[in-house]
């Protein structure tokens, strides 16, 4: 594999970046690598953030340092290993994954932002419901809060901005849209996507031996409650 790019970030944190859109293949790659170093890991391997495009690792540079004494600092020890992994790694077209549906009400109290998306895409409110509801979104990756989880993509067709000012609080469970991507608010908390409708289903239980409800990679399908 070629098409990808090393870069430091900080002393004791790497990059490895495939590209730079929302693409199920390069963010397949991701997975791919992430299982990889989760069941292959190098001494002194602390975190693995996944991202669309991007993944990043964190290591101890005192025990890279150690276990890899030939390389002059630990991110180039780092940056060997994880050159070595992508020589053979392939996305893995048949992911372990599930697809999850979540129910969701889009009465005028859960859907503050739905007259704005339709009137500035030119539809009804009805239709944007319909199309935003005829897709599949492929969690993309997990962040902002725990077990929020980025999914794309939405039809271009209902795409929205973000809004201009943040509302100081969100409800949970509020689905969002932002741009062509869509998610899940999983606490209350401050936000500034368009709020198109709501949840009940708790996306992060911390009792749970696997607290988030999303994994990267699952699917996930939206269907109208009331």
Known sequence: MKDYKIFSLGENALT?????????????????????????????????????????????????????????????????IISDALKSLKPNKKELSKTIRIPVIFDDESSPDLKFVAEINKLSTEEIIEIFLSQTYRVYMLGFLPGFAYLGEIDERIAAPRKETPRQLVRAGSVGIAGRQTGIYPFDSPGGWQLIGRTEVKLFEPENEIPTLFQTGDSVKFYRTK
């Open 16 to 80: 490895i970046e495939f590209g730079n859109e929302i693409s199920g293949k390069l963010n397949r790659l991701v997975i791919s690598l992430n299982k990889y170093l989760t069941e292959n890991p190098f001494q002194g391997l602390n975190e693995i953030v996944p991202a669309y495009a991007s993944l990043t690792v964190y290591f101890d540079i005192l025990a890279v340092r150690k276990n890899q004494p030939n390389f002059p600092t630990a991110f180039e020890a780092v940056k060997n």
